[in-house]
Nanobody
Framework: QVQLMESGGGLVQPGGSLNLSCAASGSIFSTNAMGWYRQAPGKQRELVAAITNGGMTNYADSVKGRFTISRDNTKNTVFLQMNSLQPEDTAVYYC????????WGQGTQVTVSS
């Protein structure tokens, strides 16, 4: 059984910052990838950023230079530092763990509005 616990969402003004975190628990393999997807109202879920246990990263073009993904392998936790947030970043952000199967968190709301 794998569980993902997300935290850090909220309301922020344009240009502001938020830091999301996601802790995985249960049967976690040493080799895996973790990441974040987001889904805005009326849109498909899209990849935001991902990182392997070895530290290789991948970002959506729309967040490059603004968002930074990192992880703490000792705590099976992934972080997403989001800077220069814009209204178009408003979405529910979902944590993902990939280790043979996809495991999803419940999602955390990020709202960027003045």
């Amino acid at each position: 059984q794998v569980q993902l616990m997300e935290s850090g969402g909220g309301l922020v003004q344009p240009g502001g910052s938020l830091n999301l975190s996601c802790a995985a628990s249960g049967s976690i393999f040493s080799t895996n990838a973790m990441g974040w997807y987001r889904q805005a109202p009326g849109k498909q879920r899209e990849l935001v950023a991902a990182i392997t246990n070895g530290g290789m990263t991948n970002y959506a073009d729309s967040v490059k230079g603004r968002f930074t993904i990192s992880r703490d392998n000792t705590k099976n936790t992934v972080f997403l530092q989001m800077n220069s947030l814009q209204p178009e970043d408003t979405a529910v952000y979902y944590c993902l763990l990939l280790q043979g199967h996809y495991y999803w968190g419940q999602g955390t709301q990020v709202t960027v509005s003045s």
